[in-house]
């Protein structure tokens, strides 16, 4: 079995910082893509930010030049830091990966279960 585990969400102030980590864990032989993506009540699902298994990123435009996603794949983890926080970054987050459990074997998507980050003063 397959967890996505994340840790990092809460309240914040705007300007504040918070950041995100996911870690997977489980029967896993190879992951490809993690990600974080947000939503908020009402609207659909939305990427924030990716990584490829070699370390290539890309970011929505929204976040872009203010957060930063990395990746340690020895611990199967990824980080977002997420600093000058504005109120419309507040959301649930989830992370993503996509990954299988075997060589050869085909790759699934996985999410975690979410965490709330709420910038507010």
């Known amino acids: 079995q397959v967890q996505l585990v994340e840790s990092g969400g809460g309240l914040v102030q705007p300007g504040g910082s918070l950041r995100l980590s996911c870690a997977a864990s489980?029967?896993?032989?190879?992951?490809?893509?993690m990600a974080w993506f947000r939503q908020v009540p009402g609207k659909q699902r939305e990427l924030v930010a990716s990584?490829?298994?070699?370390?290539?990123?890309n970011y929505a435009d929204s976040v872009k030049g203010r957060f930063t996603l990395s990746r340690d794949n020895a611990k199967n983890t990824v980080y977002l830091q997420m600093p000058s926080l504005k109120p419309e970054d507040t959301a649930v987050y989830y992370c993503?990966?996509?990954?299988?459990?075997?060589?050869?074997?085909?790759?699934?998507?996985?999410w975690g279960q979410g965490t709330q980050v709420t910038v507010s003063s």
């Open positions: 489980g029967s896993i032989f190879s992951i490809n893509t």
């Open positions: 993503y990966a996509n990954l299988n459990k075997g060589l050869g074997q085909r790759y699934y998507d996985y």
């Open positions: 990584i490829g298994s070699g370390g290539s990123t």
